[in-house]
Nanobody, 127 residues
């Protein structure tokens, strides 16, 4: 069973930066496309960012483009989400997700495309 453990969420002020990490317990981590999603209170889960298994393809939610950066270190089985210029509307529980991609080097933006999920980490941005 693949396990994902997020960390790094906390209370910050608007304009601050934060880096989330997601450690994946899978020796073939390099074969997994990874994604970050978030869910704010009373709202549906939404896609934030995704990265291909090789790390050379990334996609972002329009509202975070230029502020957030997804990256991965396959040697450390870890995917990161660097969040800069945080806004109160970024407040949410952030989840990382993984999908085994055997053949292609593609990315995925739908939650239903992912197989494994972490437990989430809370990010709160005060104004």
């Amino acid at each position: 069973q693949v396990q994902l453990v997020e960390s790094g969420g906390r209370l910050v002020q608007a304009g601050d930066s934060l880096r989330l990490s997601c450690l994946v317990s899978e020796r073939t981590f390099g074969m997994y496309a990874m994604g970050w999603f978030r869910q704010a209170p009373g709202k549906e889960r939404e896609f934030v960012a995704t990265i291909s298994r090789s790390g050379d393809i990334t996609l972002y939610l329009d509202s975070v483009k230029g502020r957030f950066t997804i990256s991965r270190d396959n040697a450390k089985n870890t995917v990161y989400l660097q969040m800069n210029s945080l806004k109160p509307e970024d407040t949410a529980v952030y989840y990382c997700a993984a999908r085994n991609v055997v053949v292609s080097n593609r990315v995925y933006v739908r939650g239903d495309d992912y197989t494994y999920w972490g437990q989430g980490t809370q990010v709160t941005v005060s104004s």
